[in-house]
């Protein structure tokens, strides 16, 4: 049948408001088809019915929504309809936009002309999804009760849709303590002694609205009983079982105070009930063991009592203070307390009180659990001491360095006394950890502290921050700035002697260097946190100058952070907005014909304009949002090869896409191009990824692995750059390459500079030998093509044939090329 064009809502009858009401009263939407303009019109509860809004359901097939049985049913009753007057009345199933199968009813009908004409087809369809599940679900219950009504020995009852009792057996009328005349027309929940809101009347006109089957226990007060209730639907409401279960909940809850005071055997336990807070207080109606062995008192002592018999001169109010609050407020709390015992001495104990409100019925119990602290608090100040020095080298760690450069900085403001941090970091101490061992680390940075100590004066402090990082703490460095720096670099560099000094690790000897970082203070006096960052920045400019060296910060650094930081957050945001876009430069073989582009990323920033790469690329490494950055420029070259793929002028071209060392070698890099090639349908060959000559440098093998299964899947490989400096040609031949790209440095000079010259011409030889195709990129004339040409390179990308175009500039310029063949 050919596919209905469809529109939003018109008046299909003249009383809208009552065509509104017949659809709402009967689950039903309607349709009219005319059939002289082949337009559907539907009204918007038949577009909810489908689960589709009227916008998506434009040009849609109706016929499309019937199930596959259902279909060929329904495609014949239609065309009988327009064709022979017959109208039709079909319970079938619809597959809505949603994927649900819905049973509806489809009735349809033709309006015909004075001629007898068939002008117009006019129906409905009504959702018979509830009658189904309710015509099934009643002759299973009938079927239940049937069974069960013959075999109950219980108390047994039914409920109408308000929940009145309309029947109720002789151990029902036993179990309430009512004759069935004094219960009928009463509801459950009132014959229970419940009200409105309580739990067994809001969950059974769930049961009843909902149609559920529901099992719970609860108390009630009419009974005075625990009681198992079982709901089942029916059509006139509920079938009800119930069953005293108050013995079992008696025995429960004997059990759970049992296993609640045992808990912690080892420990003290004790149980009071719940009276008032104020005096005497909760009495005690259990004590175990450990209670009468670390006090002292016997449970016949104390029993009936309350536990302020423990308290005594130096037992912290403030702490009872907190226990009354809670107590106050039925919550739980924990506390460090002192207590006494029987013979007056005092011991410490950490002491959980908890109430127990068993099954909803409100706090009925306290149970407090004690564990005996006192030699820990001895410990306590061995430990606080502990706690502010590092336990492998034995100097102050963080937080006591933290607290001296606090007291430097805040002590005499004042004073014009110059101080300096050092922050200090081992160079390649990961490598000693992964050869030789954590242990040999270990030992290393020991020796690192003893030395850096015998570098300071007493009153100077060296910590470690953690790792292999150190910071020394120089004060009083004196009044002048220029003799303090001198002062400082010389400790600095008396440091760096020290350090470079062999170590004997256990019977080998090993050398290390270290790179400092120093920056100084005076008034105004900076804080913790910016001394921190500026020696740290130092640090690293001394790494970055090669390690071993000391380096002074300039607040040069601290610009060049903070540029870098604003651009990783506009990086960021830039992500999150979509402000990436890409650029296709063409890439063109003999002749001059366009044989693919390659995609270059753009940033449309909204303050700066149009952003280079040059400008982001290398923050995104080493941010790494090159991840999401890369896989977005994946993402999109993908899809704009499946759109190409649709023009037989475009479907041969491919697209080059560039991929970062730190992006190739993510574990599931390999899986994440493949995806995006299965998502998009594409031909993986017309997908070239550029790699960089870095993947060169280290792992070999897995770069190897990894192109290896790239290439076998069909995507093409080429060396972006190549002879920039890091292609090992012994490897090259393992390669599972297509492709050397010659870098536009060896381009641009290739007729005025002999040796650029000659690194082309080896270039292409070398491609040629390996049986690999060879692209100049940066050709900008014709004399430079002429040459590529002649020494056998001749695929091109440059300015010379077009410069990088946004895709809508690119598809003009490719409308005035020759068309692929």
């Known amino acids: 049948m050919t596919p209905l064009p469809t529109s939003p809502p018109k008046n299909l009858h003249p009383d809208r408001q009552l065509l509104d009401l017949v659809e709402r009263t009967t689950e039903a939407g309607a349709w009219v088809f005319e059939i002289a303009s082949q337009h559907m019109t539907w009204t918007q509860p038949l577009a909810t019915l489908l689960d589709l809004p009227l916008s998506a359901a434009q040009n849609a097939d109706p016929l499309h929504f019937y199930a596959p049985q259902s279909r060929a049913q329904m495609t014949a009753a239609f065309e009988a309809c327009s064709g022979h007057a017959q109208g039709f009345d079909e319970e079938v199933q619809l597959v809505t936009g949603g994927g649900r199968r819905v049973w509806v009813r489809s009735v349809g009908e033709a309006v015909c002309d004075e001629r007898g004409s068939v002008v117009r087809l006019q129906g409905v369809v009504q959702d018979l999804s509830a009658r189904k599940y309710a015509g099934k679900e009643t002759r299973s219950v009938a079927m239940r009760l049937s069974t069960t009504l013959a075999s109950i020995n219980e108390a047994f009852a039914t409920v109408d849709h308000l929940g009145q009792i309309t029947y109720i057996n002789a151990e029902g009328e036993s179990l309430l303590s009512a004759q069935a005349d004094e219960l009928a027309g009463m509801t459950l929940w009132e014959a229970l002694g419940q009200v409105n809101g309580d739990h067994i009347h809001t969950e059974l006109r769930r049961a009843l609205n909902e149609r559920l089957t529901l099992e719970f226990e609860n108390y009630y007060k009419g009974p005075d009983k625990w009681l198992e209730l079982r709901a089942y639907p029916f059509e006139q409401g509920l079938a009800i079982y119930l069953r005293d279960v108050t013995e079992r ?359 700066r304009g149009l952003v280079l790469p040059g400008d982001f690329i290398s923050q995104a490494e080493e941010s790494g949002l090159i991840m999401p950055l890369g896989e977005w420029v994946l993402a999109t070259a993908c899809a704009q090869l499946a759109s190409w793929a649709l023009n037989p002028r475009t479907r041969e071209l491919g697209i080059s896409v560039n991929v970062s060392a730190r992006q190739f070698r993510h574990p599931e890099f390999v899986e994440l191009v493949m995806r995006h090639i299965a998502q998009t349908g594409i031909e993986a060959r017309r997908l070239k990824l550029e790699l960089t000559e870095s993947l060169l440098a280290i792992d070999m093998e897995v770069t190897i692995a990894k192109m290896g299964m790239l290439k076998d899947a069909g995507v093409t490989l080429s060396i972006d750059d190549f002879g920039m400096g890091y292609s090992a040609l012994s490897y090259l031949k393992y390669l599972p390459l297509d492709q050397l790209k010659i870098d536009r440095a060896f381009v641009k000079d290739v007729l005025t500079d002999p040796n650029d010259a000659a690194i082309a011409r080896t270039i292409v030889g070398l491609a040629q030998s390996l049986g690999l195709g060879v692209m100049a990129e940066g050709v900008e004339t014709e004399a430079q093509r002429d040459f590529l040409a002649r020494h056998g390179c001749h695929c091109y990308q440059g300015h010379l044939f077009c410069k990088a175009l946004p895709i809508d500039e690119l598809e003009i310029f490719m409308q005035g090329l020759p068309a692929q063949r």
């Open 249 to 607: 909940r008696h025995a429960q809850e004997q059990l759970l105070l049992l296993q609640t005071s045992i808990a912690r055997l080892n420990d003290i336990v004790m149980i009071t009930e719940a009276g008032p807070i104020d005096e005497p207080g909760p009495r005690l109606v259990f004590v175990n063991d450990a209670f009468e062995r670390q006090t002292g008192y016997s449970r016949e002592e104390v029993l009936g009592l309350t536990p302020r018999l423990l308290q005594g001169q130096r037992t912290q109010r403030e702490e009872l203070n907190r226990i009354r609050l809670a107590m106050e407020q039925a919550q739980p709390v924990r506390v460090e307390l002192i207590n006494y015992k029987k013979n007056g001495e005092p011991f410490w104990v950490e002491l959980d009180v908890v109430p127990v409100d068993y099954f909803n019925r409100g706090l009925t119990h306290w149970v407090a659990i004690a564990r005996d602290i006192t030699s820990r608090k001895i410990a306590e100040d061995e430990i606080e001491h502990l706690a502010f020095y590092d336990a492998l080298t034995r100097l102050p760690n963080r937080q006591l360095l933290m607290d001296r450069l606090q007291y430097a900085l805040t002590h005499n403001q004042d004073d014009a006394e110059i101080g300096a941090l050092m922050f200090i970091d081992l160079d390649n101490f990961k490598v000693l950890n992964d050869t030789m061992g954590h242990s040999k680390g270990d030992l290393l940075l020991q020796q690192v502290a003893l030395r850096l100590a015998a570098c300071l004066r007493l009153t100077d402090t060296v910590a470690r921050l953690g790792g292999d990082e150190f910071v020394v703490l120089l004060e009083n460095m004196g009044e002048d700035r220029q003799a303090a720096m001198l002062r400082t670099r010389a400790v600095g560099e008396k440091i760096l002697a020290t350090l470079s000094e062999p170590y004997d690790l256990a019977g080998h000897q090993h050398y290390s260097t270290c790179s400092i970082g120093i920056t100084s203070f005076c008034n105004p006096k900076p804080g913790i946190g910016d001394l921190l960052k500026q020696a740290d920045l130092a640090m690293y400019q001394a790494k970055a100058a090669g390690r071993n060296a000391v380096c002074f910060f300039d607040p040069a650094m601290q610009a060049v952070a903070t540029a870098s930081a604003a651009l990783n957050s506009e990086l960021r945001h830039g992500l999150r907005n979509q402000e990436f876009l890409l650029y296709y430069q063409p890439q063109v073989g003999r002749e001059g014909r366009m044989v693919g582009v390659e995609a270059l990323i753009r940033w449309q920033h909204p303050q």
